[in-house]
């Protein structure tokens, strides 16, 4: 059970004792707030204090998370007890830790049930440390401004519920409103008024040299037998931080025996690359530019905290926030669809979802349903070898033979037919008998015959698994034998599609003009996924789509833009919106 972390970090001179007395700080009494110019000891200072938390702390202890706009404290992303390390580099790594930490909170409040930290006989959660490098470059951002009072509260609320924050600034300027939860403060080589500014209190130079400054006291020194006001500022020197980038070092040396340092490369024994044996349970990595599979199995498996993945679920890709699979269950999905962007990865997230159906149901047939773009080609090409499928693009001319026992003897004719009308003739012959509700779809193929003559198509206790994959315009066209489909033939297949094993994949949503057929075909949908900015998405076409009623200025304030390899999915039924990095499909060098 902790009930404190004294880290010291230098020497105190304080002329009224006559005494020269370290510089401590109790991180579950403050948080740290550290002022300076450039090349004035910032980033010496943070060193220091990592390099301490691991000398005195362990994996069971404690957790540090950085945030380096500084990109000075890159050395320390494999270290032990560092449970995450991002720069600015991707907006969404710097919104990410704000959620992992708001997360953090919020259990640590619940499992602590109204306890302060430090007087916790049971239930402690592990320490945390969150240090930002360059607060100012944070706040002048607008682009994190929805993130401003989250931090507000991590300052404000952390300290007592086992969460400590350290930052470094240049300047005052945004800081000011946020210095009422930092008991500790330290400036560095400064003007005479800004240490003014910072302590409310006149102090004189304290020379030109790197971490020399001021620092309040928070911590009593040992020893001291004199009387001096705690909270005043005094001249301080700061140590100089162990050097982290010499093997020889005797720091380097003593945490690689604490820690267990097994750095020997990727082994059987050490798959996912840890230098040290001994390292913090959870660790929130970056993605690399394209999440290949190699890279999305070792991620998945030190982040997926041992979760089962059900042989029914297509894996995709890994969750921003926690690292984890976000995977597909067709079982429970029977209709998914995909929104996006040309060039943003439709076809590479069809590759996966296809493979993953394969795998599910191996005697599935497969209907591709394309249009003049001939996206899916493709994939009709990889799976027709493979497995029954056909594609319907063009038009394409079919024998149409009446059914001889009609009102009238007809002979069958040839007939060039549309590619939604190829589609309706196979619904008809293979999986719906559109005669019984839908004789007007049938004539648009047969002509304006008596309905007698129409030949019956298959009744509903007769079908096979099937997947349909529509990526064709014309289903979403404002017209009756386009829109039909969505407004009345896809419900009544989905009636029966969990029995018969059908799966839709609508693998590029287009515009619904209709409200009553856009309605109709949102109700279908349980899975989701849309590669692009959110925000512009719901913003440009939420009113037709199950992104209709959410907040525009909310998700741009929650999710950053999207680059190469990203996108969103949405469980409808969960209300869930998770942002994530697609798995790379090499399916251009398959076909």
Known sequence: MLKNIICTLGQYDIPIIQMQPPFSVDLLDSNIAVFGSSMNGKTNFLRLLINILHKKMDEKSEQIFILDFGGALAGYEKYPLVSAYFDNSNEEYVKRIFKILENVLNDNIKQLDGKIYRNATENQPVHTTFIIDNLNAFINEDRYSAYHEKFARLCRDGSSKGIS???????????????????QKVALNMPVDTYTDIFSSKVEMAG??????????????????????????????????????????????????????????ETESNPYDEEYGRHVSVRYKKFPQELLRYDYDKLKQSNFEGKEISPNEVEVGLDY???QPVTVDFKKSRVL???GKKEFGKTNLLSMLLEGVTDQLPNARYVFFDDGRKQLDIFYRKYKGLVDCMMIDQFKEQEITYNQGGYESRPS?????????????????????LKANYIDLLESVYGRVYEEDIPSGIGNDSSRPTVFIIQSKSIYLNSKINADFLHYILPELLDVAEDRNYIFIFSDV?????TEVSSIFNSTLKSIFVLDNIAEFASERGSRTVFGDMDIKGLKEEFAQCEKGDGYYYDVEADSLIKLKFIKNDLEEEA
């Open 413 to 433: 004719i040839r007939k060039k037919l549309s590619p939604i009308q190829q589609f309706y003739m196979l619904i008809h012959n293979e999986y719906m008998d």
């Open 165 to 183: 924050i350290i930052f470094t600034a240049t300047e005052l300027k945004g800081v000011n409103q946020y210095l009422l939860s930092f008991k």
């Open 321 to 323: 926030v926690k690292c």
């Open 510 to 514: 287009q515009k619904i003009t209709d």
């Open 337 to 339: 669809a995909i929104y």
């Open 208 to 265: 030109n040299v790197p971490g020399r400054g001021y620092a309040n006291v928070t911590v009593a020194p040992k020893g001291v037998t004199g009387t001096f006001q705690m909270n005043n500022p005094y001249e301080v020197q700061c140590y100089l931080a162990d050097d982290i980038d010499n093997e020889e070092a005797e720091f380097v040396k003593k945490l690689r025996t604490k820690y267990e340092y097994i750095n020997n490369g």
